[in-house]
């Protein structure tokens, strides 16, 4: 079994366990931490049927009680209406302090957990347990817990690190292939952004046949991101490449039709289309991405103009009284983040050129 621990500055400590089969022993891993009565236990309509009376069960003989709380599946339920109906849950089933929550899920339900664990009696202890790649390689990982506003996605939340994440490969092979190929984006990600070995793993080789070794080192990646900066003063920003663009077409979907993962693709291209033009990016790198996305069945364009996609971007989490910082990639594997001005955007990404851009990497913010 792959032990890794992320310490972060209130020297609380994550241990993240991957293994394949770990599923079969989340009741003693969580046991051997916690000797609390209660567990909140919270899953979806998708991933319950499949793993939640198993989960249960071994909690239930490692002596707890546990009270379940199943949702809808799907990133609509990721709002503040369902936030607080989990809430309220665990305050009808006499959580107290000492007690914890479980995620059992995607992305879309360790946020919410998360989030609801960090405000719950102003904060209980949570455990992640991630049944999809995006969530096994990018959010279960590192203390992030949101939900969205109809202003923008992942608006309202916490840091609030898990104390436990159990990933486990094998509970892939229930995932349909749209919800493998939507985690690659994360992944695809992280070989753009740290990792030019990742990257070229996943121009050659098929990532089915390397998914442990690709998890590991997606987790290994971000556990030393946030570990250098935990509440995203600086380096943890760089997780963000291809977010600003692909968090606005979500928006324009309403959250639903195009999944987190094409989004981020479709937004790593647009960003690294932008900056090749400009120059900052080492020429041939988006053609690269192109091919590495194709390649694992994700988009790389949204039918939204480029107009309505950055009208989008106004709620982005990142912007700043001036403008919106952007991550971007010297070539494969180098990042930093470029702060752009609101008055630039549009001819950041060839809106409006009709002026010369005023731009060199000599502006940039490294890391």
């Not at 032990?3 to 089969?21: H, K, R």
């Not at 809808?72 to 959580?95: D, H, P, R, Y």
């Not at 606005?248 to 937004?267: C, D, P, R, Y």
Request: aromatic letters at 6%; proline letters at 2%.
């Amino acid at each position: 079994m792959k032990e890794l621990c992320v310490n972060v500055s209130d020297n609380s400590i994550s241990n993240i366990y991957i293994e394949n089969g770990l599923v079969s022993k989340a009741g003693k891993l969580i046991k051997e931490k916690f000797n609390c009565k209660k567990i909140a236990l919270v899953s979806d309509t998708n991933v319950y049927p499949i793993y939640g009376d198993i989960i249960k069960s071994q909690l239930e003989n490692e002596g707890y009680e546990v009270f379940t709380y199943i949702f809808k599946a799907g990133e609509a339920s990721k709002n503040t209406t369902e936030l607080v109906k989990i809430v309220e849950f665990m305050a009808q089933s006499g959580l107290t302090r000492e007690d914890i929550a479980v995620a059992l899920g995607g992305g879309v339900c360790g946020d919410m957990v998360g989030f609801a664990a960090a405000v719950f009696l102003r904060g209980i202890k949570f455990v992640q347990i991630p049944t999809s790649l995006l969530a096994q390689v990018d959010s279960s990982v590192g203390g992030k817990t949101a939900v969205d506003l109809p202003q923008g996605k992942n608006l309202c939340g916490a840091f609030h690190q898990p104390s436990i994440v159990i990933i486990d490969p094998n509970v892939l092979s229930t995932l349909s292939e749209h919800f493998f190929s939507d985690g690659m984006g994360e992944v695809i990600k992280y070989g753009c952004i740290k990792s030019s070995s990742l990257f070229e793993l996943l121009e050659k080789g098929n990532a089915k046949d390397n998914i442990t070794e690709i998890i590991t080192e997606c987790v290994s990646i971000k556990r030393q991101v946030v570990e250098n900066d935990e509440k995203e003063h600086g380096e943890r920003a760089l997780l963000n490449f291809g977010h600003t663009c692909g968090h606005a077409i979500e928006k324009l979907w309403n959250f639903e039709t195009v999944s987190h993962g094409e989004a981020v693709g479709m937004g790593m291209v647009m960003i690294t289309h932008a900056s090749e033009d400009l120059g900052i990016t080492e020429k041939g790198t988006t053609e690269r991405i192109i091919k590495v996305l194709e390649k694992n069945n994700l988009k790389i364009s949204d039918s939204h103009s480029k107009k309505e996609i950055i009208s989008a971007m106004s709620g982005d989490k990142k912007r700043t009284g001036s403008g919106i910082k952007f991550v971007m990639i010297d070539k494969i594997g180098s990042s930093f983040i470029n702060p752009i001005k609101y008055e630039d955007i549009n001819k950041t990404f060839g809106v409006d050129r009709r002026r010369k851009y005023e731009h060199s990497k000599n502006s940039k913010v490294n890391i």
